[in-house]
């Protein structure tokens, strides 16, 4: 089976096609590019560089959140554009487990971040042992102080450290080093989300057995878009205003 699967969640991007959990080829970028400019190209090179027709894969995958709400819209909509035109199935992936599944042959409890800006993180916790992955806590949006009390129960239930990984990996670590010491942080070049992750997550938990048609493709986005956001506020507080008047 050939999965393609791209991933444009946050501030990087990547593309990469595998074949029966093999992957024959991975194109990832960092350089602050939007990922408009970045995605598809990198998803052309992907299947010339291997010799693939786009309507020779059988399975296409995306982190479909949570992250950056126009990085996942870009990701979502360029999976069920190609899945749409090939008549394939898709298949979403949670932007965490794929951030989890980059430390897969590390021992130790997985906190998988992602910079929520306003002091929060998207985050999610799993358990690995150096070969399987187990989901510890749900995806959630939470504030980084509330994230080291759940970490910390984790680390005694568990009698493992912690890892961090993931674009929030860094901010974790520094806030909460005090109350997680023997803590670790992903290595630059596993630290951030990329595809070879997504694939591994999709192999290992045959996310492949949950594919959809591409129309019922959703994202996930935990909270509302920082428009909306500022939309609401500004709701709120009219509606405060017309109540004292």
């Known amino acids: ?117 306003c002091g929060q993180v998207y985050t999610a916790s799993f358990l690995s042992d150096g070969k399987n992955i187990e989901r510890l806590t749900d995806d959630d949006a939470i504030p980084i102080s509330e994230l080291g009390g759940l970490l910390d129960e984790l680390t005694k239930k568990f009698k493992k450290n912690v890892i961090f990984v993931g674009d929030g990996a860094k901010i974790c670590y520094t806030n909460l080093s005090e109350l997680l010491p023997d803590a670790a942080i992903a290595s630059e070049q596993l630290r951030y989300q990329r595809t070879s992750g997504v694939l591994s997550a999709v192999f290992g938990h045959e996310l492949y057995r949950q594919a959809v048609r591409a129309e019922e493709l959703t994202a996930v986005y935990l909270r509302p878009s920082q428009a909306e956001r500022e939309r609401m506020a500004k709701d709120t507080e009219q509606e405060s205003k017309n109540g004292y008047a």
């Open 1 to 117: 089976m050939k999965v393609l699967a791209v991933d444009s969640s946050a501030v990087t991007a990547s593309a990469a096609l595998a074949e029966d959990g093999k992957i024959l080829a991975e194109f990832f970028q960092n350089n602050g590019l939007t990922h408009s400019q970045t995605l598809m190209p990198m998803v052309k090179a992907v299947l010339d560089f291997t010799g693939t027709d786009v309507r020779g894969i059988d399975l296409f995958a995306v982190t479909n959140g949570p992250g950056s709400y126009t990085g996942v819209r870009i990701g979502t909509s360029a999976v069920k554009g190609m899945a749409g035109v090939c008549g394939k199935p898709c298949v979403g992936v949670s932007t965490l487990l794929a951030a989890a599944h980059n430390l897969s042959d590390r021992d130790g409890v997985i906190c998988a971040a992602m910079d929520a800006r």
